[in-house]
């Protein structure tokens, strides 16, 4: 089975689905599985360490990918970008940040640049940045993002905006994405293909600890919140407007809403992460994962997934004919 359209025809895949560039997870090995696959296998190229992302490309092998970028991170270790764009990745994808600093670069090796967005303000900067993709993401993905808008009435609002200023762009759905029935939702929604982080996540290709696996496919959606106490802990000095989808655990929910008194006590909880992050507990340890963990419930290699998707979108998209 096939869901070829615009999008397929474009990147020169069979299916219209993309592994989202997760940090610390979206390695070469998951990245190639997805391609090989018929997908977009992106690496997690994250805050720019250009070591990782050689590494990650090596990883790869021959398989045709991408790499993805914290885009404000991005300004402090330029050379990651340069390491890509000299392996001649399929796509470049900039999330959270002005992508204008880094599209000229992109545009001249000829590669394709995706942008992730969580406003319509955000989508428009990203066609003036000439973004050949647009991600909308809605609130219910893991990892970073916005409180705003979910995918259901994101994703109609960016694609209309698309449709009206530059109908040739490709729109993505992000969010609450992981079978074949968030696949047809999406195309149905009027979006070209879809971006997938928590179901690729939960596969065994992922850079992913087995018990951190075994902890989320035990959780529901219901058991993530959006919090910035892990950005806090690992001192990382996000934009104030993005905050982070993460499992809720013990640690977490000691200082999820209280978190001046954290800045209070901070070198004791950074040492309490740090053990905890050593010891792979994950009742210290982070997991940023969406709401779409409520639907998963095993741990599979990514060319199977791939293949339920398309199938049960396949059905689905075709049950009216």
Known sequence: MSLRNRLTDYFGIEHPIVLAPMAQASGGRLAAAVTHAGGLGLLGGGYGDADWVQREFDAAGDARVGCGFITWSLTRAPEALAVALNRQPA?????FGDPEAFAGDIRDAGVPLICQ???LEQAH???R????????????????GMSGCSTLTFVPAVVDLVAGHSPETFVLAAGGIADGRGVAAALALGADGVLIGTRFWA???????????????RASGEDTVRTRVYDLVRQLDWPAQYDERALRNTFLQSWHGDESHLLANLPEAIDAFQAGL???DF????????????LIHDVLPAGAIV????????RILNRGS
Do not use: F, Y
């Open 91 to 95: 796509a470049i994808m900039l999330s």
């Open 117 to 119: 967005v969580q406003t």
């Open 125 to 127: 900067a990203a066609l």
């Open 129 to 144: 940045a000439g973004a050949n993709v647009i991600v909308a993401q809605g609130a219910e993905a893991g990892g970073h």
């Open 203 to 217: 596969c065994s290709e992922a850079l992913v600890s087995p018990s951190a696996h075994q902890r989320a496919i």
């Open 278 to 280: 050593a010891a792979a």
């Open 283 to 294: 009742d210290i340890a982070h997991i940023l994962i969406g709401e779409a963990v409520g």
């Open 307 to 314: 293949a339920q998707m398309v199938h049960d979108a396949t």
